[in-house]
DNA sequence: GTCCATGATTTTTC
DNA sequence: GAAAAATCATGGAC
């Protein structure tokens, strides 16, 4: 049975006594009645609610008069009565289905990111929060940071402006189309009964349409923050190659520690300070280095040698203050200027450290980075004084033979120039403690 | 545009 | 879990 069908059912049962619905309206006559049997009545009234329901279908000028007619119709009131009732009625069971909904998670989610992310919110803090979380995690050095920090903050508060612009739209446009629906139901509830929870609950579904579409425009800021903060984190975009300086002193302390250069993490601290990087940017390089450096022996010569001879010059240096010190002070007087990691100990030590050369404990907790890094400088001095430094022309100072395919930094990967004097040429390593 | 160097990430190995 | 090895992606020189 369709809904006409049902109301006009429905009215069959409802008095209209008092009302006649003869006269008046330039309705048709109705079909063989005269006004005062109950037949008649129901026709009447059929017709009425006929002409109400095919109201739309019609011309605009035509419904236009329809409507006028119907408004002035003195049946309007009593039908206007009956209509409201049975609004009543079916609208109980409409009641229970606009229930408010549950917040939506997924709406939350976003609300929360935006609000993390500094989109939504108070614009101070929350921006420059989130590019400085943004920043700790992408672990730049902090020069890098402040370039990279307003750039960042630049784009979210991009991002942050479409969004409020975009949002503010929205929102008028919801008043506007709110107003515009409530005022045409205001308008035709002088013709069929609209009761103001409908026009509430007309309003609630506009609502709901129109935080669907905000949905999607957060969804969609979300993305674009989602994209900025993974090229803003994405380190492999963003490489920068670290400078110069701090490639040398990466290099300076590989090399002067070529036997083993696998740094504690106190050296990799101490190279991270200094280099301005972070202590895993320092275990990146040591990686690298080291994979490189065994890959291709041959390639690494010059530079090996370059810093070998670099440092030797400097450790000599310290070795001749060092023996000048140990003669002016009593021999068991500690040596007072090693405080520094690269700071040569004292010869004692020195030659206790390459006296364990052969021995297992090369890495040992007491044969510290500084002490590790001037025996292997002192090495190549005395390597050179040896007559090793023929390398240079032809015979290579670090040469790749020996160099063990497994894991670990084999001292095959160690140049044969480096070889504790008290070794043979010969002679392996067994500093592999890693 | 190509090539190489290099920093970072991922996978494998121990 | 750390290091090796493989791979990716970018910067910079040419």
Redesign the pocket.
């Known amino acids: 049975m369709d809904e006409q069908a049902r109301i006009m059912q429905a009215l069959g049962g409802v008095s209209l006594a008092g009302h006649s619905v003869q006269g008046g309206m330039a309705l048709p006559p109705p079909h063989g009645h005269d006004g005062t049997d109950g037949d008649g009545r129901k026709q009447d009234i059929g017709d009425i609610l006929h002409q109400i329901m095919t109201i739309t279908d019609q011309s605009l000028d035509e419904a236009q008069a329809k409507k006028h007619g119907l408004n002035c119709h003195r049946m309007k009131p009593a039908l206007f009565s009956v209509l409201c009732e049975i609004k009543e009625k079916t609208g109980l069971s409409i009641r229970g289905a606009q229930e408010e909904d549950p917040p939506d998670p997924q709406l939350m989610r976003l609300d929360n990111m935006l609000l993390a992310e500094g989109v939504s919110g108070p614009e101070k803090g929350g921006g420059s929060a989130a590019a400085a979380a943004a920043a700790a995690a992408a672990?730049?050095s902090p020069a890098d940071n402040s370039i990279e920090h307003s750039d960042y903050r630049a784009k979210l508060s991009q991002i942050r402006q479409i969004y409020h612009t975009e949002l503010e739209k929205y929102e008028q446009a919801c008043n506007e189309f709110t107003t515009h629906v409530m005022n045409l139901l205001r308008e035709q509830s002088r013709t069929r009964p609209i009761s103001p929870k409908e026009i509430e609950r007309m309003v609630s579904i506009i609502h709901r349409k129109f935080s669907s579409i905000q949905m999607q425009l957060k969804q969609s800021t979300c993305e674009a923050v989602m994209i900025l903060r993974s090229r803003f984190?994405?380190?492999?975009?963003?490489?920068?190659?670290?400078s110069k300086q701090?490639?040398e002193i990466l290099n300076e302390y590989f090399y002067s520690h070529l036997s083993n250069p696998?740094p504690s993490e106190e050296a990799k601290e101490e190279l991270a300070k200094k280099c301005s990087?972070?202590v895993?940017?320092v275990?990146?390089?040591?990686?690298?280095?080291?994979?490189?450096y065994?890959?291709n022996i041959g390639?690494f010569q010059e530079e090996a040698n370059l810093y070998a001879a670099k440092t030797a010059v400097t450790a000599a240096h310290a070795v001749a203050a060092a023996v000048q010190n140990s003669q002016t002070n009593s021999p068991t007087t500690p040596n007072s200027g090693s405080s520094g990691s690269f700071n040569l100990p004292n010869s004692g030590d020195m030659f206790m450290s390459m006296q364990n050369l052969n021995g297992d404990s090369y890495q040992g907790a007491h044969v510290g980075a500084n002490v590790q890094s001037q025996v292997d400088t002192l090495r190549h001095v005395i390597s050179q004084t040896a007559g090793y430094n023929d390398a240079l022309g032809g015979n290579p100072m670090y040469s790749p033979h020996g160099l063990n395919?497994?894991?670990?930094?084999h001292d095959a990967a160690t140049p044969s120039s480096v070889i504790s004097p008290t070794e043979g040429p010969g002679s392996v390593h067994s500093d592999t403690s890693?």
């Open positions: 672990g730049g984190l994405d380190a492999r975009r963003k490489r920068r190659n670290f701090a490639t696998y990087i972070t895993s940017q275990s990146n390089w040591f990686g690298n280095k080291r994979i490189r065994k890959k390639k395919g497994n894991r670990g930094w890693n």
